[in-house]
């Protein structure tokens, strides 16, 4: 799986909140993932022609949204201590709500599952007239748990043995790759306006 911003979000969320934030944030993305995967595999053309008027407005979201979580974990950086994991587990709907703004304004999801149903289309599996691309999405959920369950599960064990300086370039390393991330979509944004 490659480390997109879902995955740096999860890896701070529960870095400073603990692993159920993690976890969640990982259960919304396997969500995301299988909606996406089955909309690839039944027919994406007919989704991505009714977003296609809002295709820049959902690239400005992502600039902005990239470019918040970027200066919250710079804030991290600066301001992180190190310390065990809270007693209550906080207001669960926070890391929901950054994994869905991520997952629906990030057009690189889009592109990797529609790369996914050419690919396993052209080798003649599933095909969109059976139960395959049904089971297949459920395949794709579970493993996306699987991933950020691992995940989460390591960084809240392991993250109370890093230095204070390790913290500070870990979130910086975040930061700057969100900004990058915005960056990247500013560029795109920029190439489509002026071709």
């Given at each position: ?34 909606i996406y995967c089955y909309a690839a595999l039944i027919g994406i053309a007919q989704i991505t022609s009714y977003m296609a008027p809002f295709e820049n407005l959902i690239k400005i979201i992502a600039i902005l949204v990239f470019i918040l979580l970027g200066v919250r974990s710079l804030r991290s950086a600066k301001n992180y201590r ?114």
């Open positions: 799986m490659p480390l997109g911003p879902v995955n740096l979000i999860a890896i701070s969320q529960v870095m400073k909140r603990g692993f159920l934030h993690g976890f969640l944030i990982g259960v919304t993305s396997g969500i995301m993932d299988a190190p310390k065990p994991p809270p007693a209550s587990f906080g207001s669960v709907h926070k890391p929901i709500i950054a994994a869905l703004a991520l997952c629906l304004t990030n057009p690189a999801l889009y592109a990797y599952w529609i790369g996914v149903a050419g690919y396993t289309s052209s080798q003649g599996w599933p095909s969109s007239r059976t139960w395959a691309p049904g089971i297949f999405a459920v395949s794709v959920f579970f493993g996306a748990v699987g991933w950020y369950t691992l995940l989460s599960r390591y960084v809240a064990k392991y993250h109370h043995h890093f230095s204070q300086r390790a913290f500070r370039i870990i979130f910086t390393v975040i930061a700057v790759t969100l900004f990058v991330f915005a960056g990247y979509t500013i560029f795109v944004l920029i190439q489509n306006y002026i071709s």
